[in-house]
């Protein structure tokens, strides 16, 4: 069934490739252009949309981005306005997909991390994602909202004080020595289109109320991933550790569970790892 989808967050990363992957999948798209913190005018473009679906991508997602408030007026009041405008629509939209994000989970011993798994957030933009989805909750009498956690994913046009971008660009540009902050991570680094498929078809079948993870389940470590680019590029760096970059509050070991929403919208396409750096690197020429 073709929906006429609200999407907020349209001109950013996974913005850009979830449109493009909605139309291909007969959907109409419209971008909210409104400042999620202007109620007003979220209210008044929300109402001229009128439309049978939402999803919610608009969010301050750089865990180190320098304005802590940011993300608690953008990632919780300006999801509050959006979802306030929603409930005052004469037809309720059939299902609002609000993005949220695995670093809730904090670090925690679990793994694979289930939905179950109680939310410990240890830095600011994961407790905003956390205030969003309890504040959402409250709107649950009134919208069919659904609550996604994406575990970590990339593409080409991630900005590039990502992880992923960041060392693409280098070893793409053949550079002597890359600084990097912890390198004893592990994390999921799926593909952005993988997560648009699983956001499509959370669309048509996710329940109201209930959390899925968006994830894999393989997680890779940092050193894995430098040395699937060293050999696809033929290029070798210097890693160096830079303590401006080491995060005091580090969430070491990100891995999730994909049963639930596996069991809620059937398979997805994979994406190797590698593909996903090929892909990258070539979008650099």
Known sequence: MSLKILLTGAAGFT??????????AGHQVLALQADLTDKAAVAAEVLQAAPDAVVH?????????ADDTAFYGVNVVGTMNLLAGLAALPVKPSKVLLASSANVYGNCDASPITEAQ??????????SKLAMEHMARTYLDRLPVVFSRPFNYTGPGQAPNFLIPKLVSHFA???????????HVEREFND????????????AHGVPGEVYNVCSGQPYTLQHVIALLSDMTGH???VRVNPAFVRANEVHRLCG???KLLACTGPFKPYALEDT???MLESQK
Request: contains cysteine; glycine residues 4%; negative net charge.
């Open 277 to 279: 750096l090929a892909w």
């Open 173 to 183: 540009q053949r550079a002597p020595a890359i600084e990097l902050g912890n390198l």
């Open 15 to 24: 913005g850009l490739f979830f449109k493009s992957a909605a139309e291909a």
């Open 192 to 203: 952005v289109r993988m997560v648009c498929d699983a956001y499509l078809a959370l669309l």
């Open 257 to 259: 569970s994909a049963d």
């Open 57 to 65: 991508l608009a969010a301050i997602s750089f865990v180190g981005h």
């Open 118 to 127: 109680p939310a410990a957030p240890v830095n600011h933009y994961a407790m």
């Open 236 to 238: 070798t760096m210097d």
